[in-house]
């Protein structure tokens, strides 16, 4: 069995802890069949851009990489916790929708069943948890 998803949060504080806590999940992974393909490891570190205090990275570990943006269970994390990344995956899935409506309209779908296909997919996508990122949106984010 393939196990894609490792989630493993280490506060600053115990930075030292991070090669422990990596040890543990291949441990864990180990104990329960499973496999784990260090290659995917990815190594976030979230900070506050509302702060004007530069931000020190911790050094990077051997063999992580560190990054900006993480998808994690198709949720769109940024180290500064913008919502800029999620907004525009949700943007982008929805211009796609539009497309495949222009194609079905093309095929001959009514405009009943478009608009009820519309409302379900697009309106949907918006909508959910919209209000949720607005807190974290910032106010150029909001316009």
């Not at 196990?3 to 104990?31: F, G, K, M, P």
């Not at 180290?79 to 001959?108: F, M, P, Q, W």
């Not at 009514?110 to 608009?115: D, G, I, K």
Request: hydrophobic letters at 45%; proline letters at 3%; charged letters at 15%.
């Amino acid at each position: 069995m393939k196990v894609s998803l490792y989630s493993t949060v280490v506060l600053a504080s115990n930075i030292h802890t991070c090669q422990v806590e990596i040890d543990s999940v291949e441990q864990w992974a180990r104990a329960n069949n499973l496999k784990v393909n260090p290659s995917n490891y990815a190594e976030v570190v979230f900070h506050d851009n509302h702060l004007r205090i530069k931000v020190q990275l911790p050094p990077a570990l051997p063999d992580i990489k560190q990054v900006r943006v993480i998808r994690i269970l198709k949720v769109t994390f940024t180290n500064s916790l913008s919502v800029v990344e999620r907004v525009h995956d949700v943007i982008t899935s929805c211009a796609r929708t539009l497309y495949i409506l222009t194609v079905l309209h093309a095929h001959g779908m009514s405009n009943t069943a478009l608009q009820s296909v519309y409302r379900a997919v697009v309106i949907a996508k918006l909508m959910y948890s919209s209000s949720a990122w607005w807190g974290f949106a910032s106010p150029s984010d909001q316009q």
